[in-house]
């Protein structure tokens, strides 16, 4: 195909040369030709942002770019059309991105734990200077949820979005799973491997899958979740113990982000939404997405069930993701950024966590004595709680462990059975309790 004579190049000033900037530079030279043809000129990266311009790199930088320690030099250089921004964290990273936009250009980032606690005002800026500011690349690494939510989402209304949102706490999880890998080295590869981030616990105590699910809340519901309520929890404290005992009942565990509608007590709908570990039966392909693979499941009043999966992080994964928004700002996209035609979304109603349902699975260690199943039963019975299934363990020194599968009760009345129990001094160890799916 001949593409229109005297056509400029699309210029990008890219932003970080890690795992993600190394991919992206890998793929403009491996895709140039597709790239050029697709976006109907060439893509080309003029300069990039390090922190340390000396460094040993597995990438180098394409031949006519030049590596940087000076941001302005991507932001006021007006030969520049866009920021690709792939060096994450929040300061210099927002800082980056505003003076971008305050410069004219158009913003390609992976950065959702800024978007996600800190981006409305950035998408609000974007927006009132008609400016691209695109996040593929943000959420669920390859898997392209985000321009599905805006655009080929739009004629349905979402009730439910749930899925594996963190590449690396999924990786763990499958090694310790097969017994492959412990916790720890099985982090320490993921970290090789290149899908953590810079600072881990963002990863296992479950930040990173919060940041993306804020993100896929505004898409599916347009409304502004605010960051620091949404509760959250992660992977730390998941015991081999507990996922063999999961395996024993059908369920492996995962760790979960969703957000549904949820009927609330003024007639009105309110999101229930958190990012939690969960025991999920191995029936729902969930159960088996394994490693670095994210999946997404969403229900829709039109479409009825949608199932996405792919991997959720790593180099080429994630900067296909960014250089397909790039194409898109190269072609002259629409910022249509928060896929709602007003950037100032309103607050989300929330449902307070302790008013959600769900079955629990309860892991109880006891003394080993008459009548301490009574009264485990009736500190649940109090709370109105009714036990599906149950196993006893042989333990050591005369200390047991008990587990229960409840039917649906809420996360209130589980949290106040468990406090009878301690106050009833029935429990030798802190109770260990997850959601069921
Ligand atoms: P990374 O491997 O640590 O690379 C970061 C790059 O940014 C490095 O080249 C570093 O320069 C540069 N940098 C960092 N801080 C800087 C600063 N203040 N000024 C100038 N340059 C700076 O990180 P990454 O894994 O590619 O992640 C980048 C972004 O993508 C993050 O927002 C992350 O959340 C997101 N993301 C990552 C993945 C993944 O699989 N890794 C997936 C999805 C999204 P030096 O090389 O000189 O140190
Ligand atoms: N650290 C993230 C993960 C990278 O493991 O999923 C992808 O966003």
Redesign the pocket.
């Known amino acids: 195909m001949n593409l229109p004579r005297g056509q400029k190049p699309f210029v990008v000033g890219l ?8 991919g992206l530079v890998r793929l403009l030279e491996e895709n140039a030709e597709l790239t050029r043809l697709r976006a109907g000129r060439d893509i080309v990266v003029k300069r990039i ?5 000396a ?1 040993a ?1 597995e990438v180098s930088p394409p031949a006519d770019a030049e590596l940087t ?1 000076d ?1 302005a030099a991507l932001t006021d250089d007006p030969e520049i059309d866009a920021l690709a921004e ?4 929040i300061d ?2 927002r800082a980056l991105i505003d003076r971008a936009l305050d410069k004219g250009k158009h913003v390609v ?6 978007l996600a606690e800190d981006g409305l005002a950035l998408f609000k800026k974007a927006e009132n200077n008609n400016l691209v500011l695109r996040c593929e ?2 959420v669920a ?1 390859a898997i392209p949820i985000v321009q599905t939510m805006k655009e080929s989402l739009t004629g349905n209304r979402v009730t439910s979005l749930l899925g594996i949102l963190n ?1 690396t706490s999924n990786y763990i999880l499958s090694e310790m799973t097969t017994g492959n890998l412990d916790f720890d080295t099985a982090l320490k590869q993921a970290q090789e491997l ?5 600072d881990p616990s963002l990863d296992i105590d479950g930040h ?1 899958a919060a940041h993306k699910l804020i993100l896929l809340i505004r898409l599916a519901h347009g409304v502004d979740y605010p960051y620091a309520t949404l509760p959250v929890s992660g992977i730390r404290g998941i015991s081999v113990m507990d996922i063999r005992l999961a395996e024993e009942f059908g369920y492996h565990i995962k760790l979960i982000g969703r957000v549904r509608e949820v009927a609330d007590t003024r007639g009105g709908m309110s999101l229930e939404a958190g990012v939690f570990p969960a025991l999920v039966h191995n029936r729902y392909l969930l159960a088996r997405v394994n490693g670095v693979y994210n999946a997404i499941r969403v229900e829709a009043n039109a479409a009825g069930s949608l199932f996405f999966h792919g991997r959720g ?3 080429l ?2 900067a296909g993701a960014a250089l397909s928004d790039l194409v898109a700002a190269a072609r002259g996209a629409p910022a249509d950024n928060t896929g709602f035609a007003r950037p100032d979304l309103p607050q989300a109603a929330v449902l307070p966590w302790e008013d959600g349902r769900s079955s629990f699975y309860v892991r109880l260690t006891v003394r080993d004595r008459p009548g301490v199943l009574r009264d485990l039963a009736g500190a649940m019975a109090a709370e109105e709680i009714s036990v599906a299934q149950m196993i006893q363990k042989s333990g050591e020194g005369g200390i047991v462990p008990l587990v229960f599968m409840t039917h649906e009760t809420t996360t209130r009345a589980m949290n106040k059975s468990l406090e009878r129990m301690r106050d009833a001094g029935l429990l030798t160890e802190p109770a260990v309790c997850h959601r069921v799916l």
């Not at 932003?15 to 190394?22: D, E, K, P, R």
């Not at 942002?49 to 311009?53: E, H, K, Q, T």
Request: charged share 15%; no cysteine.
């Open positions: 932003a970080g040369l890690g795992t993600v900037g190394g942002l390090v922190r340390d311009a460094k790199r320690t941001a792939l060096i994450g964290g210099q990273a980032t992976a950065n959702k734990a800024l690349a943000a690494g590449g290149g899908y953590a981030e810079a990173d992080a790593g180099a994964p994630t």
